[in-house]
């Protein structure tokens, strides 16, 4: 067995779409481009296809590292290249910026062709159905009738049960991770504080904030802050931080005087810096509105009958985010409809943010799976 | 698990064409393997044990990781056309609830239990010594076993709680025991159901 190595160095494409999108909000996009990345080889028959749908904050740059910038490697660099988990020498993976997004793919800081200026707050409202659909186009584009998976975490878990929904016939396998069939009331409570602190920012500007030369910073640190106590664990917060004081005793002051404090201030700034807010904003809307089983009047067994892939659902036992018992549900569901599905609950202290750690139990459960997916070998 | 496979023969024979079976504590998944192999049939393994999961999954079959002491809330009544325990009821706390639970979500159920009255057991005990064997192989400190009964015991409960033996038998090391299995068999195996 050779040593798990790295894709190496990648490059992304981008691909034009001139054929109109019709949105869920309503809202339509007369075209629009998709950035992307690829790993290994598409096969012959073009059955090896895998595509990695990511989360809130992620991109498609998912594995490797690219040559004018050796550090910045793929967030899933751990699973996917050769001999990983998603082992690109039996797949093609693909990773894509999702619609809205501000790592290239079209998105509020796009340039708006009806206006020659950036959307901005003009940007319509886009849905994990939506970027689904943007996705089967590139799907189209790059001869991909079938994918052998459909792979994500969190929220790009949420893609993945919805493209075996809106194309129940072009997933063999979809590997939903850390996620849920719909947002908790409590979910969306966090989203909206996120979002306020956005929204109430004087520099947010109702969404045109680049017109006046200026981000939302503050509110954007703070979303992230928020957000990032909802990612971890009481359990991981409390050994990696615990109580620590900076100068190891008070000093009664509002610096950031207690490590998590200091962490979660570091966090936000770094974040602010590269993240755009409207992006942010569209993100947790479509988080908060991805509920598959409302046209079924909440019946989340009727809403699944559709899918015909195989599943793997795993979740993490300090997830308090997207805990096991939201697991549970998506599973009860497949199996009410007799679908080939199994379910691992990871042993880990990580919290919500175990989806993306290299913990020997889960990347074996996911190599297990993987690996059992038959495609034709390259030629 | 291969020296097992007279267990599975025997079950394989009371599950039709096609059915659908749940598997308690299904190991590395051989049992659903086989059964899928040769009966084409619809199979959900239950494990807690992480490196049991892995290995389900790469047997092919479905797996999933539920802790078995906590009942099986998530499945449905009369789901399954059988579900099954082999060598795992004698692990478990909660003895009657979750055979209580394997007749809710099943039409009938199937069990495999080692025999503590088994005539070696027996004599291990004559001699001072808890019984070690091909069937508890563990020592007394190390065992993940929790209760200990007999195959005498097992259909005294049965009949305590309503529970209908439709079939058992016993072997003694893979050979079916014609008479007096409480005393010859060192493993029982029961098909379990409820009157109608």
Known sequence: MTQPQSVGVVTPRTQRFTEPLLLKSGGRLEEYELVFETYGELNADRSNAVLVCHALSGSHHVAGYYADAPDNVGWWDNLVGPGKPLDTRKFFVIGVNNLGGCYGSTGPTSIDPATGTSYGANFPFVTVEDWVASQARLADVLGIQQFAAVVGGSLGGMQALSWTLQYPNRVANAAVIAAAPKLSAENIAFNEVARQAILTDPDYHDGDYTAHGVVPERGLRLARMVGHITYLSDDAMAEKFGRSLRHGKQVFSYEAEFEIESYLRYQGKKFAGYFDANTYLLTTKALDYFDPAFEYGGNLPAALSRAQADFLVVSFSTDWRFPPERSHEIVQALLHNRRSVSYAEIDSAAGHDSFLLNDAIYHGVLSAYFDRIKVTAHV | ?196
């Open chain 2, 1 to 196: 698990m291969s020296k097992l496979r007279y267990d599975f023969q025997a079950i394989a024979e009371w599950i039709g064409e096609g059915e659908t079976v749940l598997d308690l504590g299904c190991g590395d998944g051989s049992l659903l393997r086989h059964l899928a192999d040769t009966r084409g049939v619809l199979g959900y393994g239950v494990e807690a044990d992480p490196e049991n999961v892995k290995a389900s999954i790469r047997n092919g079959i479905n797996v999933l990781q539920i802790d078995l002491e906590r009942g099986l809330a998530g499945f449905e009544d009369g789901f399954f056309d059988h579900v099954v325990m082999s060598f795992s009821l004698q692990a478990i706390h909660n003895t009657i609830g979750i055979l209580t639970e394997m007749l809710r979500v099943g039409h009938e159920a199937v069990v495999s239990f080692p025999n503590f009255a088994y005539w070696r057991h027996r004599q291990a005990i004559l001699n001072g010594h808890m019984p070690v064997s091909e069937n508890l192989p563990h020592q007394w400190y190390n065992t993940p076993n929790v209760r200990f009964f007999t195959i005498a015991d097992f259909e005294h409960l049965c009949e305590m709680n309503g529970i209908v033996i439709r079939d058992a038998i016993g072997f003694d090391e893979g050979v079916r025991v014609r008479e007096e299995p409480n005393f010859l068999a060192s493993v029982g195996l029961f098909r379990l159901g409820r009157e109608h």
